[in-house]
């Protein structure tokens, strides 16, 4: 069954950290680009991080230099070092796949942080 499933988020304090986890299922995140997600309530779902096939990373502007993305190939997960937060990064985030017109999302996780 292919499959994304979250975890790991929470209550935090600003200034806090968080690690999120995204274990993939039925497929590989060593051959596909895989990405995360967040969406504030009242606000439309918004590109966070990616990391590609070969390692490479990209970033929000908003998130640049704070988190972090990486992934573990054998144990299929891809993770999102999250430093530094702020309550303007509450959201549920979601981990995000794609190939071709082949789409699929996780069920998200919820982060919150207080001021």
């Known amino acids: 069954q292919v499959q994304l499933v979250e975890s790991g988020g929470g209550l935090v304090q600003a200034g806090a950290s968080l690690r999120l986890a995204c274990q993939a299922s039925?497929?590989?995140?060593?051959?596909?680009?895989m990405h995360w997600y967040r969406q504030a309530p009242g606000k439309q779902r918004e590109h966070v991080a990616t990391?590609?096939?070969?390692?490479?990373?990209n970033y929000a502007d908003s998130v640049k230099g704070r988190f972090t993305i990486s992934k573990d190939g054998a144990k299929r997960r891809v993770f999102l070092q999250m430093n530094g937060l702020k309550p303007e990064d509450t959201a549920v985030y979601y981990c995000?796949?794609?190939?071709?017109?082949?789409?699929?999302w996780g069920q998200g996780t919820q982060v919150t942080v207080s001021s």
């Open positions: 995000y796949f794609e190939r071709g017109s082949f789409t699929l």
């Open positions: 039925g497929f590989s995140v060593n051959v596909n680009d």
């Open positions: 990391i590609t096939k070969t390692g490479n990373t």
